[in-house]
């Protein structure tokens, strides 16, 4: 397929929900080099890995490995766990029991990837056009620029860069200003240097998790209330959470899940998750929360792991 084509199949028609209207492109790289730590990483707290359960763990994997560019850092009995430069950051299980997971099931909306500089995004674009990578929207957030798309067994994923936070907008309640605006994909692949794509560069995070659950109260009261995070953001049936003025580190919307219970026993998609605290003192009154509300934990891999109202595995840990 040509490229502008396919740049123009991508931009066009509507987007899934997961990047709504498209976005306009803002002129100007990040001045952050990809050595440099991202500023999500650097909060209080921050998402450390993700862990998804799939059907066909080759499939899966190879299209993690050859689109977006993670490597094979450790092999299990049941699975693998791929990542950037050593940096372990998604966990592929497999379970001969697994049940493809319902659209309107409690889960992951979307895996996010944030890359270090807008450059590393428009050489990620590139490489896509020209692997035929299907996408499933593209949006400027203001604070970000965001490209979607799914793996082969419908879990989401965003590929995104920040802008500088010193350039973010901060509302008197303390909330950031954030936006789903088109983004010109067509600018944004002309600005990628013209050379060969060898995987994601190194300082690649998982930046957000954005999650499907069943009631949005009840995760502000779960993730806010509980694990301390602050509401950063508010849409339609959605809330963004963060630490130490992130735009968001989670996010949770009910446009697919409304009234969603408890996640089914073998089913696939998100399995779990891991917080990390750059602050122990901030988990430890996260945890010393989980204790005074009687929610049930155990201590697992070096943190403390639960579930989630919709039973969601997380870990926290320092």
């Known amino acids: ?90 966990t592929l299980t497999t379970d001969s029991n697994a049940r493809e997971a319902p659209r309107n099931a409690a889960g992951l909306f979307h895996t996010a990837f ?70 010109d994909l067509q600018a944004l692949y002309n600005s ?22 069943g009631d949005i109260p009840q995760a502000d009261a779960f993730y806010r209330d509980v694990l301390g995070l602050k509401v950063m953001a508010r849409y339609p049936s959605a809330s963004f959470f963060a630490s130490g003025g992130y735009h968001h580190h989670l996010a949770a919307n009910i446009w697919n899940s409304r009234g969603a219970g408890m996640r089914a026993d073998h089913m696939t998609g998100l399995s779990d998750y891991k917080i990390r605290f750059n602050d122990k003192e901030t988990l430890d009154k996260a945890v010393l929360k989980l204790d005074e509300l009687e929610i049930k934990s155990e201590k697992r891999d070096g943190g403390v792991f639960l579930r989630d109202p919709w039973g969601i595995g997380l870990t926290l840990s320092a």
């Open 1 to 90: 397929m040509d490229r502008r084509k396919f740049l123009a199949l991508a931009t066009g028609g509507t987007l899934a929900a997961t990047a709504g209207t498209p976005f306009n492109s803002r002129a100007g790289d990040h001045s952050m080099t990809s050595s440099e730590t991202s500023y999500a990483l650097t909060r209080p707290a921050y998402i450390d890995q993700s862990h998804l359960v799939v059907k066909d763990l080759a499939a899966v994997s190879g299209f993690y490995q050859r689109m977006l560019g993670l490597s094979v850092l450790e092999k299990t009995a049941s699975g693998e766990v791929l990542g950037v430069a050593g940096l372990p950051l998604l």
């Open 114 to 183: 944030l890359v270090p500089n807008r450059t590393e995004l428009a050489r990620w674009l590139r490489h896509a056009a020209q692997n035929n990578v299907t996408l499933e929207g593209a949006s400027d957030h203001v604070v970000s620029e965001a490209i979607y798309l799914s793996d082969p067994e419908g879990n989401g994923i965003e590929i995104y860069a920040d802008r500088p936070h010193e350039g973010w907008k901060f509302h008197p309640d303390g909330m950031v200003e954030m936006a789903t605006l088109p983004l």
């Open 192 to 213: 990628a240097p013209d050379e060969a794509w060898t995987g994601m560069a190194d300082g690649t995070a998982i930046g957000h998790i954005h999650l499907q659950v």
